[in-house]
């Protein structure tokens, strides 16, 4: 399973050593010595969890039929516009954040605000400005970053 969602996400646009970059900026002021490989090993521990599985694979099966019409109005123009007002994409990533507490919490709002790393790419493909539409992928990997860098911020602590 977890081998299928890492290829959903490939196919998106979206590579897990991608996702990593974002856990080492976020984790920079903390651990500066954080090395991309550790991050990804993180990326990896949480994309074996099988809440966060199940997330990617609802939130990437809206994004994709929203791109090809295939929703309900008026699901299909929220989704296709990412309505400012639709908050359904940010409520299914934080089952992912969840899983780390407070901190994933935390780490997953930042992401999002500040469109770290990848997250631009992916925003200025989708939406009004393009054919794509991301509207749940975003959020998604958001949320992974956040809980992969919480789960660093646990361990570091717990060592120590
Ligand atoms: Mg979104």
Redesign the pocket.
Known sequence: MKDMVVEMLASRGVRLEQIARIVVELQRPYRPDLTVDECLRSVEKVMEKREVQHAVLTGIALDMLAESDALPEPLLTLVKT?DPLYGV??IL?LSITNIYGTVGLTNFGYV?KRKMGVLRVLNTHSGKSGTKV??????LVAGIAGAAAARIAHRSEAAG
């Open positions: 990412d994409d940010e990533a999002d991301n509207t749940f992928l975003d959020d």
